[in-house]
């Protein structure tokens, strides 16, 4: 699909999530993709557009990696519901 000119995927589902050098990233499943394309492992930054599934995975998931708070430059990476990272983007 595109929209004002750039290609947009589509975003079904967030599959899984982990930390990765102080940055959260989540694989996600594509409307119309093969499974393959499910194996890759994106900066969780880039689905800011796509709340729902997000919203879904950590709903179903609690104890998964997620991002909590974002304010200023700053956000707080839930990695275990104990511990908790702040990053610095």
């Known amino acids: 699909m595109q929209i004002e000119g750039e290609d947009k ?9 982990c930390p990765h050098y102080n940055k959260l990233q989540d694989k996600g499943k594509w409307k119309g993709y093969l499974p393959e394309h499910d194996k890759v492992w994106y900066q969780a930054e880039n689905f800011h557009n796509a709340e729902p599934p997000v919203q879904q995975f950590h709903q179903c998931y609690p104890g998964k990696p997620g991002v909590d708070t974002c304010y200023n430059q700053h956000i707080i990476l839930r990695i275990f519901p104990s511990r908790q990272t702040k990053l610095t983007l």
């Open 9 to 17: 995927y589509d975003l079904s589902e967030i599959i899984t999530s």
